[in-house]
């Protein structure tokens, strides 16, 4: 049988560098493997959950998320962050005309030139039209699923602490009593972790402390094309 699922789900302009920086930085403290991926081909033949047993990542950050991809499983822990559509569109219209990386995404170059000799209102009209798959996303999301712990961009930015606390917590990162390693590993990468740490006599790695999360969240600042 699959070992249970982890996942971020985000989609475009909706803070999934902030958040995807944030988590890789919570999964390296505690020895769990992150994979961030923004389409489906990596896993659309077998999958996202088979595809991600199979390359033994704990926690896959998959951030153009369709819902149709989303394996409807009991087990499933993840988490969802939206943005409110309007802001959506009036960051991907600066970032998209002055800042967003091309280096994966070639064909900005063209919407970009276009942006830069149209005006503000052309431009957000145009972007409209580009966001439309984000926006459709978006829509058809399944907002229900109790393993889905749901979250707005707003408020998520207005209070990244507690914030990025409850997804620890839900995610299972978080011990409370901040004396055991937290209680899950899929693929053994904790336990294993703490086996070696044993043969090498060194101190047990302990789950994941408020304080440290806090840390961490403090010194991840949002990116300016956010």
Same mark, same amino acid.
């Given at each position: 049988?699959? &070992?249970?699922?982890?996942?971020?789900?985000?989609?475009?302009?909706?803070?999934?560098?902030?958040?995807?920086?944030?988590?890789?930085?919570?999964?390296?403290?505690?020895?769990?493997?992150?994979?961030?991926?923004?389409?489906?081909?990596?896993?659309?033949?077998?999958?996202?959950?088979?595809?991600?047993?199979?390359? !033994?990542?704990?926690?896959?950050? /998959?951030?153009?998320? *369709? @819902?149709?991809?989303?394996?409807? !499983?009991?087990?499933?822990?993840?988490?969802?962050?939206?943005?409110?559509?309007?802001?959506?569109?009036?960051?991907? /219209?600066?970032?998209?005309?002055?800042?967003?990386?091309?280096?994966?995404?070639?064909?900005?170059?063209?919407?970009?030139?276009?942006?830069?000799?149209?005006?503000?209102?052309?431009?957000?009209?145009?972007?409209?039209?580009?966001?439309? #798959?984000?926006?459709?996303?978006?829509?058809?999301?399944?907002?229900? &699923?109790?393993?889905?712990?749901?979250?707005?961009?707003?408020?998520?930015?207005?209070?990244?602490? *507690?914030?990025?606390?409850? @997804?620890?917590?839900?995610?299972?990162?978080?011990?409370?009593?901040?004396? !055991?390693?937290? #209680?899950?590993?899929?693929?053994?990468? *904790?336990?294993?972790?703490?086996?070696?740490?044993? &043969?090498?006599?060194? #101190?047990? !790695?302990?789950?994941?402390? #408020?304080?440290?999360?806090?840390?961490?969240? *403090?010194?991840?600042?949002?990116?300016?094309?956010?």
């Amino acid at each position: 049988p699959l &070992r249970p699922l982890s996942a971020f789900f985000g989609h475009h302009k909706c803070g999934t560098s902030w958040v995807g920086d944030i988590l890789a930085e919570l999964c390296a403290e505690l020895g769990w493997s992150n994979w961030a991926i923004d389409n489906a081909s990596p896993f659309s033949a077998m999958g996202l959950e088979q595809w991600s047993f199979r390359n !033994r990542v704990d926690i896959v950050s /998959y951030t153009n998320a *369709q @819902i149709d991809w989303v394996p409807d !499983r009991y087990d499933l822990r993840a988490f969802h962050v939206i943005r409110d559509p309007r802001d959506v569109c009036v960051s991907a /219209y600066f970032s998209h005309r002055n800042s967003h990386p091309t280096n994966h995404w070639p064909e900005l170059h063209d919407l970009r030139t276009t942006l830069r000799g149209i005006g503000l209102a052309e431009g957000l009209a145009l972007e409209i039209a580009v966001l439309k #798959p984000v926006f459709a996303a978006m829509q058809a999301w399944d907002y229900s &699923r109790p393993n889905i712990l749901e979250l707005r961009f707003e408020e998520l930015v207005s209070n990244p602490e *507690q914030g990025f606390l409850a @997804i620890a917590h839900f995610l299972g990162m978080l011990d409370p009593d901040h004396e !055991r390693v937290a #209680p899950r590993g899929p693929y053994g990468l *904790q336990l294993m972790a703490e086996k070696v740490r044993r &043969r090498l006599h060194l #101190p047990p !790695r302990t789950a994941l402390r #408020p304080g440290r999360l806090q840390a961490i969240v *403090q010194r991840t600042h949002l990116p300016a094309q956010e």
